[in-house]
């Protein structure tokens, strides 16, 4: 009985003698969505793009999902991402375009955009992972998935977020 799948009832035929005939394309049924682990209680469908390898192996990759990686790295890896791209928008389209001052404005924005983006994360650290005590935190020291684990990864993010947005500061300066 351990590890026994339960499985839904059948729904009875429907009758074929009073069923119109269909064409023969029809006949061919193409099973590309379904249910996850064939279960329609999980909320979620079996795709040929949820399921393939290519998408599995992009997303394993990604600093939130990968494993053994510490809080502090994951979190400047995602924040050097959005600081150097955040950057480009505010520098480039802001209403200052035109004038002198279109760079440091745009770091400016930048760094006020992390700020508040790390403010976000920090807030949601506090709210969804609660104290824990002493004796369990050590176990969970690599998760970031935990109350001092999402903190390391907030101030990684700002580091990481400041670092990037600097960093596109220099290079658009210089290159101009």
């Known amino acids: 009985m351990k590890g026994s799948v339960v499985q839904p009832k059948k729904l009875p035929s429907v009758d074929k003698q009073n069923q119109e005939e269909r064409p023969s394309f029809f006949k061919q049924q193409l099973d590309l969505i379904s249910p996850f682990k064939e279960d329609p209680f999980l909320a979620h469908l079996t795709t040929p793009i949820t399921s393939s390898r290519a998408v599995k192996s992009y997303l394993g990759n990604l600093p939130a999902y990968k494993v053994g990686m510490p809080p502090l790295l994951r979190g400047m890896n995602i924040g050097l991402a959005h600081g150097y791209f955040i950057f480009g928008p505010f520098a480039k389209l802001g209403p200052l375009r035109e004038t002198e001052a279109t760079n440091f404005v745009g770091f400016v924005s930048t760094i006020s955009v992390i700020l508040l983006l790390t403010a ?33 990864m ?21 290159a101009s």
Do not use: C, D, N, R
Request: charged share 15%; hydrophobic share 45%; net charge positive.
């Open 120 to 152: 976000g994360i920090l807030i949601y650290g506090y709210v969804t992972f609660k104290k824990q005590p002493p004796e369990s935190i050590k176990e969970k020291s690599l998760s970031f998935l935990s109350h001092i684990g999402w903190y390391e």
């Open 154 to 174: 907030a101030s990684g993010f700002i580091l990481g977020g400041f670092g990037g947005a600097g960093f596109a500061y220099l290079f658009i300066s210089m």
